[in-house]
């Protein structure tokens, strides 16, 4: 296991319904993201979360809306959705600052086992 | 914003047969790191190269980067049915939060 959970693993909702994907990381990180990943397209990389300030939004549509209430736990709210939004939706963990001493430091993710969403 | 382009998009062998996926930009690329994710599965780190010309190996796997840091490789040598997934090659930027990946190589292995 790579020490990041996801909560639900399936879910299926209706595009009135509203619904929040959790994710929740043991590895000491602090830095946290939020990918879909749709067939024949690459990740997709939704927002990050450094130190628990939202660093970057990438021009997602309003109908997500992500949380991070420390930097174990990222959320991503779901309400309103299409079903063009039906995907598998990953959470990442990693280190997030340059470390000056040893430019070579590895700044790998680790990734949950992810959501698959079902919009209907 | 930065592009990273993976070719093949598909890739079918036989056991024991070589694989090699190329990932391209028009850019210099910051670093590289490879992930690998088997079907049904999540994206599972493998590797970060760093510095131009650099060659890492791990077991059957050879990764390359570019001299120019535009282009980088994995290449597998006697595919077995465990190599089976889709291989990612992703940019990080200097930061060291941002990843751009690219579509991916999916490899099945006929065994």
């Known amino acids: 296991e790579t020490g990041v959970t996801q909560t639900p693993r399936h879910l299926v909702m209706g595009m009135t319904n509203k619904k929040s994907l959790k994710c929740e990381q043991h590895l000491g990180h602090n830095a946290m993201y939020w990918y879909k990943q749709s067939a024949k397209k690459p990740l997709e990389l939704m927002f990050v979360y450094s130190l628990e300030e939202r660093v970057e939004n990438n021009s997602v549509p309003s109908r997500f809306s992500p949380e991070c209430p420390n930097s174990s736990h990222l959320f991503l709210h779901l309400h309103t959705l299409q079903p063009e939004d039906s995907a598998l939706y990953l959470c990442?963990?990693?280190?997030?600052?340059?470390?000056?001493?040893?430019?070579?430091?590895?700044?790998?993710?680790?990734f949950g086992p992810g959501t698959r969403l079902t919009v209907t | 914003g930065q592009q990273v382009m993976q070719i093949p998009q598909y890739q079918h062998v036989q056991e024991g047969e070589d694989f090699t996926t190329y990932c391209n930009s028009s850019t210099t690329l910051s670093n590289i790191q490879w992930y690998k994710q088997r079907p049904g599965g999540h994206p599972v780190f493998l590797i970060q190269l760093v510095k131009s010309g650099e060659v890492k190996k791990q077991k059957r796997l050879t990764f390359q980067f570019g001299e120019a840091k535009k282009n980088s490789s994995l290449h597998i040598t006697a595919t077995q049915t465990t190599d089976v997934g889709t291989y990612f090659c992703?940019?990080?930027?200097?930061?060291?939060?941002?990843?751009?990946f690219g579509e991916g190589t999916q490899l099945t292995v006929n065994p």
């Open positions: 990442a963990s990693s280190r997030s600052h340059v470390d000056i001493r040893n430019p070579y430091t590895t700044y790998e993710q680790y």
């Open positions: 992703a940019d990080l930027e200097t930061s060291g939060s941002r990843l751009t």
